[in-house]
């Protein structure tokens, strides 16, 4: 083998993230109506989301349907730090993401110490998340059912951009170090260590793996990535409450986008929340031209239709059938 | 090759006369104006939000079958509907959407949530945003220009259901002393319960005891139950629909029979569908709530208007027909679909053509000073106005038994 096939073969994942990042750098260009910047600067919040589940679920084979845990816990700790300390949301940020990965820390050594596996943890990490939403719901400090409001001050320096194109990117920014992040951890011993896991943890600890310690690994990394979802989320729409921030949605967005998109990979968590969210948004709009929204939720039929279709003819979701089709052509040469 | 001779020219030249003349004829040249319509119409909002739009629709109807936007040369007022699907987010897109559009103003939002975030959407861009039912005091105190409550907030509202109780209990004789609050554990119902037991004890009514329940709860036989073994006087719901149907509707199965229910802002007793489909249950519930003003004649045109579209009467509908009447007499005295003109006009409005029980409006600071909640009863099937003295058609009947 050649020295420039070797150094091919190191670049080419890295590659592909960086052509990623430039197509998806360049999409506000084509779509400018700040309807289609609103949505692309959402799905950057859930594809964030999706990527943090991906890291615990995908690569550890570790399915929670919790994730809001850590979403609200980043959006309550950036909205509240802001609100209740006067601190800069540029540093509420780490704070708030570092909470994350410490919320992801406690859950995972509660529940993998005491070996909860399969759907028993899933069960165990919704708890947690509705453990959550009753009791931001409850205390005075989080402003209770009322929520909190971040108050409106559009500026950089307050992480509020007038312009939805800029939060595009800076979301497309976290979005794509979470990718890396993935890539990262794909190509280290840890992430070898945490596939070894999810194909079967009781060989990978005869081979000497701490499995606990890389499922808390994985937990805590997860945590963290998905508050800072949540952070996004709350300077976003600047308000929320323990509905929208612990609400079962988001932990259902972060696990069905992946598994449309291809679970255990790096693209495939953006892949299927732009398909998820798209369909979504794309059958409520042709429906809104075409009847002037007469028909109160057959965008939602519509959405559902093309969803089972989506999910019977791409089992292993998007990147899937990326795979399938690369390996075709590459067969065929 | 025919020749064209002079009289077809004449003709021809007639006709491009005609054709240069019509922009005279104003209702066929003027640009519409669209307005945004945000209403949860899927979710579990659903069933309010297609009565709010029911409403807005109505009133563009009456409005356009009218002559349009005067000022404007007979300009049309066109729907740019959204649905909100009954959560904030998606409410922020369909604002983006009618951004797009080009709306000049917003109506609706219904839940407090969608409002608190569609109007801050809609600030972005100085779109005028105008609430129909969002009744947390958060809305209108947050210094947006944009904003604007017709309705009555959490805190008026409340304020008038203590005194209308304790001026209706004094006037029977003070028959009710004690009280069990059911709340939902949401927004509303948690804050109201809040309040309620801030505020009884100090106008002589003892609380026995507060219970909390979930949305949506599928069995309130405990809290039933409950309500049975304390035996009080008077039980103060704070739910939405489905779980105050199935309270009263267990209340009445099981002979519980307080000497009131008195609801506040509750999801059902204001509501001809519970009213029609459980008269038994819904008879003499009383509700402190929004209600249209029954003296004035386009309530009960507004209300066949519903009625012929296969609806029930819900105070959506009125509330969302006199926010709309309400812009469009803004647009007409601004004359133009600026927004920044429109604000304006809202601001100096002094609109009384709304069917609500509030006077000429008068904004201070995004709200509507004369909006105000009345006490309802469902009396022999009909949901009457039993105070204040001023709007009543009917003497509250209390004690129930």
New interface residues.
Partial sequence: MTRLAIRRLACGPWLSLAAAALLLAVLPALFA???A???LG?VMVIALAALGWNLLAGYGGQFSFGHAAFFGMGAYAMALLQVRLGLNPWLALPVAVALGGLTGLATGFLSFRAGLRGSYFALVTLAFAEVFRILA??MAFTG????V?V??R?GAAQFQF?DKATFYWVALGFVIAAMALTRLVERSRFGAQLVAVRENEEAARALGVDTVRVKLKAITLSGAVTAAAGCLYAQK???L?A??AFGP?ISVEALLAPIIGGLGTVFGPLAGTFLLLGLG?GT??LL?TLT??AV??A??VLFGALLILAVAFAPRGIMGVVAGAAARIGGAR | MTMIDRRTILKGAAAGAALVASPAVPRAQAPAVKIGILQP??GAL?QD??HGRLGAEIALAEINAAGGIKSMGGARLE?V???ARS???AG??EV??M??EGVAAIVGGFAS?IC??AS??A???DIPYLVDVGV?D?IVK?G?KNTFRFGPGFGAVTSAALDNLVKINDEAGKPARTVVIVHE???????MAKLLQAELPKRGFEILETVAHPTPSRDMANVALRIRALNPDLVIPSSYYGEFVLLARTMQQQRIRPKAIYAVLNGAASNFRFVTEFPAAAELVMDCNHWPDHRNPKTAQVRAEAQRAGKFWLYNTPLNYSSVMLLADAIERAGSADRIKIIEALNSSTFAGHIMPYGPTKFVEGQNQGAQAVNTQVQGGDIKIVFPAAFANAKPIFPAR
């Fill in positions: 109506s700040s309807a910047l609103n949505f959402f719901n409850a209770g059912a009322a929520g409001l108050p409106l559009i007038a729409s600047l308000y409450d509905n929208i949605w948004e409520k709009t809104a002037g929204s109160p939720g965008d939602l | 119409v899927t659903a939000g297609e729907m509907f959204g649905d959560n904030p987010e922020t897109q983006e959407r951004q797009g949530p608190l975030a801050q959407a600030a972005r861009y947390s958060q947050r947006l554990d949401g927004l509303f119902g948690s804050g």
